[in-house]
């Protein structure tokens, strides 16, 4: 089932054409890899996805719901998260806050409830931490409740963004390069919980330069160049696609040039 | 348990006991300002310390405040708790409108600047709406505030020692509110914002609308304390919407310590007596203060708060305040 559909996707810059009328389809449930050279227009994708940006044509559609024209707090209240390319966190919480804050869409803890101290609001404010606990136990930093967001290593910073995401309870997750800044076990374990986000139910969309990484997660694979979408397929196509290979290795030499 | 309640406890047994150390009209008087201001800069913090952004436009809702109390007292002949009270709500509503058109377009200075022109639009009606507010002649004799039940005693606040009393329980609920506020779905939401405004987005949070309502929930503040103010000075003109007041009440909370619930209360007494103290060398006060409020900020970025616990803990290591 397709659970997001995008048509006609087309975002300029000016003069500069970032997407040219890209079609793409993202099926439930899978991990659909997005990859392209460096300015092909994989974040601007995710940016007009998610209401950061206003495309200047074509649409996409969520669940049989128009996403565009939506802001991006309206798209992530549909069950549409983002994370960014570059560290994006709550850098004054701790952790656990930082997780906390990310449940604003479940959160039911009211300024009322809080200003009365009354019961329903310690109930709901213990089952929030319990919640928050559950989800740092998950990407396995149950350890680092307490440490401040900003002091925490880059590659954890990394991983508390994904959990900051989750905490929305997402169904259709864009990951914009979650492993950029990792060393190679590190990013290994990234997409460890990447796979285990996927196998529990939550659909994924993943930017990313590193193409064996991707090459092992993706059941499907887009390729952007230059904003347009030269191919799509499982990884053994894409892999052997002549197209995609003299985009990312250069264009063979011709004999007798 | 007792740990955590113990400095809170402490601070409000001593503020009770205040006006029995520092007795008399003067003392009482500073102490009276003090409470008003810091219920002023509190409010003003939500917006700088906890969303991360720069209003000059509260002196204006501080004088619309005093103005709306003074003159639904005097003219209608209200009760000063329904003025006053009346007062909050309707300056709640402006800082409501005057925070989301502001906040709808702009971030960081080019806001402060847009809540600069509205609070002096604002200035500029009140000074020249004669007939409502008198402009620069004022409005004088403005009723203190009574508690009158049948069959007690009449209750009345017109001496700086009863009026503290008042004051400082108005500013007591307005500490707690804050505290309270920073620990449900409202005040985390306008941390977020603060903290990364397009992380928040991405999470579901709006922000234009969290944004708005602490800006209400601020101007509110800074209503209440316009009102409290009239009704004890009970002479006002339109000089409290004016600029003196703006860079007042910023420097309040910069100095104290944004951010905290203590500092813009240390602020606002420093800002109360500070100037007091200064009156022995009456011609250099306004050189003297600044240099004070410069050594301040060199020596104590974060502000006198901050910078007193960061001393503490140096000096306590083990310690936790």
Not at chain 1, 103 to 119: A, I, Q, T, V
Not at chain 2, 157 to 168: A, G, Q
Request: aromatic share 10%.
């Amino acid at each position: 089932m397709t659970i997001l559909r995008i048509e006609g996707l087309t975002k300029d810059f000016g003069r500069l054409r970032a997407l040219n009328d890209v079609a793409l389809n993202v099926q439930q449930g899978e991990i659909l890899g997005l990859i392209g050279p460096n300015g092909s227009g994989k974040t601007t994708m995710l940016n007009v996805i998610t209401g950061f940006l206003k495309p200047t044509a074509g649409s996409a559609i969520y669940k049989e719901g128009l996403l565009t024209g939506l802001k991006p707090h309206q798209i992530a209240k549909r069950g549409v998260t983002r994370t960014f390319q570059l560290t994006s966190l709550f850098p004054n919480l701790t952790a656990i806050e930082n997780i906390i804050h990310g449940r604003h869409l479940y959160s039911k803890s009211s300024l009322f409830g809080s200003f009365f101290w009354n019961k329903s609001y310690r109930e709901e404010e213990a089952k929030l931490r319990q919640e928050a606990m559950n989800i740092l136990t998950f990407v396995n930093m149950q350890e680092k409740g307490d440490m401040i967001a900003g002091n925490l290593p880059a590659a954890e910073q990394r991983i508390l963004e994904i959990a900051i995401a989750l905490a929305s309870k997402p169904e259709l997750l864009l990951l914009d390069e979650p492993a950029s800044g990792m060393n190679v076990p590190e990013a290994a374990s990234a997409m460890e919980l990447i796979r285990s986000i996927q196998q529990s139910g939550t659909t994924v969309v993943i930017v990313e330069h590193n193409m064996k990484v991707i090459m092992q997660l993706c059941s499907r694979i887009a390729v952007l160049n230059q904003g347009v979408k030269i191919a799509e397929g499982p990884p053994q196509e894409i892999s052997k696609n002549e197209q995609v290979i003299s985009v990312y290795l250069g264009k063979r030499r011709e004999k007798n040039a | 348990m007792l740990r955590k309640h113990l400095v809170p406890l402490t601070l409000l047994i001593v503020a009770i006991l205040l006006p029995f150390i520092l007795t008399g009209d003067y003392f009482g008087h500073l102490l009276v300002m003090t409470c008003i201001f810091a219920v002023l800069a509190l409010g003003l913090d939500i917006i700088i310390g906890y969303m991360g952004q720069i209003s000059m436009g509260h002196a204006a809702f501080f004088g619309i405040g005093a103005y709306t109390s003074a003159l639904l007292s005097l003219r209608l002949g209200l009760s000063v708790w329904l003025s006053g009270l009346t007062a909050i709500v309707f300056v709640g509503i402006l800082g409501f409108f005057i925070g989301y058109i502001s906040l709808s377009r702009t971030r960081g200075v080019p806001f402060a600047i847009v809540t600069f022109g509205f609070g002096l639009a604002l200035w500029l009606l009140c000074a020249n709406w004669y007939n409502l507010t008198r402009g620069f002649s004022g409005i004088s004799r403005i009723p203190h505030p009574v508690i009158a039940i049948p069959w007690l005693p009449k209750i009345e606040f017109k001496s700086p020692f009863s009026y503290y009393y008042l004051v400082l329980a108005c500013l007591f609920l307005t500490i707690y509110l804050i505290r309270r506020l920073l620990q449900c779905r409202f005040g985390r939401a306008v941390i977020a914002f603060r903290e990364n405004e397009s992380l928040a987005s991405s999470i579901g949070v709006d922000p234009l609308w969290y944004g708005t309502l602490a800006f209400a929930l601020s101007a509110a503040l800074a209503g209440l304390s316009g009102a409290a103010f009239a009704h004890f000075v009970r002479f006002i003109t339109p000089n409290l919407l004016g600029m003196d007041y703006v860079f007042m009440m910023l420097i309040m909370v910069i100095v104290g310590g944004k951010g905290t619930i203590l500092g813009p209360v240390i602020g606002a007494a420093v800002f109360v007596l500070v100037p007091e103290w200064l009156r022995v060398v009456e011609q250099f006060r306004p050189v003297l203060l600044g240099i004070f409020f410069l050594l301040c900020i060199i020596f104590l970025p974060g502000g006198i708060y901050p910078g007193l616990v960061a001393l503490w803990s140096r000096a306590f290591p083990s310690q936790k305040l």
